[in-house]
């Protein structure tokens, strides 16, 4: 038989949205799975569609807002299978991406998947293409999406998501711990994820702030840290400097448009100046 695979949507106010991130799980080829939707205290609009969803769906919890990590685990700590699905209530799957990401679990070494992901808005997409990879890999970077499947015996030992992380990047550092124990993150090699980019997202809140998040990553596991201290300083050194290159690339553009500005009037009057003693020769 299957395993069974629960599926966790946390929803906060998303209504326009979390009817089709429920229809993308319903709708997974993967025949055994549940659907778990918590409410994480969303206003009225969004409490009247998750009611006429209801039906549809395995469970629907209710809470005070609390933010994402509590909803993920309390979610998580009701399912009933062996493998969990994470998804926000704003994106959506590829129908097949659960058969997929099984398929994967094959190999016992696997901690974690993933896929390549379309990110979007109201005009325009982009791909994304997460690595995956080791511990050490999730040390430097969050190599795997938000949105991805684990197994419950393994979130149960990580501890789950740290509920003080209401800022953003709980995601990664959930990973962290649950790599820490060994395993790898799988990237399935296909478009299979769709993130919707949206300008007061927790991804967008979260990049306002990170060197608050990455020190408070940084501290939580400097133990981690320690034992990859050359790959870290490494890394850290890169980020300096991609940071200044691209400072210093904005400083030109700011040189050039600011140039520009002062200069156009100076050619206008001298194109100006040359036309009109140009017509005056004429005459």
């Known amino acids: 038989m299957e395993s069974l695979i629960s599926i966790i949507i946390p929803c906060y106010n998303d209504w326009q949205y979390v009817e089709e991130a429920i229809n993308s799980a319903l709708n997974q080829t993967y025949t055994n799975k549940e659907v778990i939707v918590v409410d994480d205290g969303s206003n009225t609009k969004t409490k009247e569609v998750l009611e006429q969803l209801e039906l549809k769906i395995t469970k629907l919890i209710t809470q005070e807002n609390s933010g994402q990590s509590k909803a993920r685990n309390v979610g998580i700590e009701a399912a009933r299978g062996d493998y969990i699905l994470v998804l926000d209530s704003d994106d959506f799957f590829d129908s ?33 293409y997460p690595q995956g990879g080791q511990l ?7 190599e795997a999406t938000g949105s ?29 711990r649950l790599l820490k124990n060994g395993g790898k993150a799988f990237v399935i090699s296909e478009v299979l994820f769709n993130y919707r980019s949206k300008k007061n997202s ?15 990553i940084y501290e939580k596991h400097k133990d981690l840290y320690c034992l990859y201290f050359e790959d870290f300083i490494i890394h850290l050194l890169y980020m300096i400097e991609r940071e200044e290159n691209e400072k210093n690339k904005n400083i030109e553009r700011l040189e050039f448009r600011i140039g520009k500005a002062i200069l156009s009037p100076l050619r206008y009057i001298k194109s100006f100046i040359n036309k009109l003693f140009n017509s005056k020769e004429i005459v």
């Open 202 to 216: 927790t991804t967008s809140k979260a990049n306002k702030i990170k060197y608050k998040l990455w020190f408070f």
């Open 136 to 142: 050490k890999d999730f040390l430097m970077y969050n």
């Open 148 to 176: 991805a499947m684990f197994k419950k015996k393994d979130f149960l030992i990580a501890g789950g998501y740290d509920e003080t992380m209401r800022f953003g990047f709980e995601d990664w550092e959930f990973y962290i």
């Open 96 to 128: 097949t991406f659960c058969t997929k990401a099984m398929s994967a679990f094959a190999d016992p070494k696997i901690t974690l998947v993933t896929s390549f992901t379309k990110r979007f808005d109201e005009f325009t997409s982009s791909l994304y």
